[in-house]
């Protein structure tokens, strides 16, 4: 079962900051926080990761509280090929990966 | 780098068939995982293969089998389908560190 609870969807303007939540609760000292997106009809691709401190790369910022029971994604200008659904998951480096039901983003024009 | 490439793209098969689906995974990963995703569903685990052997295994039945080769590619076998098996078939690749895992297009079985 995932070990992450997300809303189910979520609305952004298109060029403002998409704040994705994700809670987990239950996460274990070894375990990261990933996060993937699945545009329609292709397969997942990976967006960041972290064990305990904010990572940031070209795509988005990942901020994880200091007790690392939730996170946030951010998509700093989302733009209309941002839509898509978005899952967080919690993992050990060399587990397999379990999807939960994620976030559905639509980006407004 | 091509990435993980599967094949075929597309595949129609007639329920009680056999099907072979096919995963080429990224330059340098050695390991390789196959999710089935139904309509509106997220991807669900069916198995991983790691130096040609399968390490982790979700809850699918025993129809559903697979094969790595030396050259770390991969194939997932499912006998005597059902019309519950129509779903988009992923396959992705990591490397022993367990770094970010990368996904292939997929392949979309249809049994009728």
């Known amino acids: 079962d995932a070990k992450t609870t997300q809303p189910p969807s979520m609305d952004c303007a298109e060029g403002r900051a998409a704040n994705l939540p994700c809670n987990h609760s239950?996460?274990?000292?070894?375990?990261?926080v990933y996060w993937y997106r699945q545009i329609h009809s292709q397969g997942p691709q990976y967006i960041i990761h972290?064990?305990?401190n904010n990572e940031t790369n070209e795509m988005a910022s990942l901020i994880i509280t200091e007790d690392r029971k939730s996170s946030t994604l951010i998509l700093p200008h989302a733009t209309l090929r941002d839509t898509a659904v978005y899952y967080c998951?919690?993992?050990?480096?060399?587990?397999?990966?379990?999807f939960g039901k994620g976030t559905r983003l639509h980006i407004l024009p | 780098d091509a990435g993980v490439t599967q094949s075929p793209t597309h595949l129609i098969k007639t329920r009680g068939q056999q099907v072979t689906l096919r995963c080429s995974p990224k330059?340098?990963?050695?390991?390789v995982s196959w999710y089935q995703q139904a309509l509106g569903q997220g991807p669900q685990f069916i198995f991983q293969y790691y130096e040609e052997e399968e390490r982790q295994r979700g809850n699918f039945p025993d129809r559903f089998s697979g094969h790595q080769f030396p050259n770390y590619s991969s194939e997932l076998n499912v006998n005597a389908l059902l019309l519950g098996d129509s779903a988009l078939y992923l396959c992705?690749?990591?490397?022993?560190?367990?770094?970010?895992?990368?996904f292939g297009q997929g392949t979309r079985l249809t049994v009728v």
């Open positions: 972290g064990l305990k």
């Open positions: 330059s340098g990963h050695d390991t």
């Open positions: 998951i919690v993992v050990r480096r060399d587990d397999k990966i379990i």
């Open positions: 239950t996460i274990s000292g070894n375990e990261y």
């Open positions: 992705a690749s990591s490397d022993r560190a367990g770094t970010e895992a990368f």
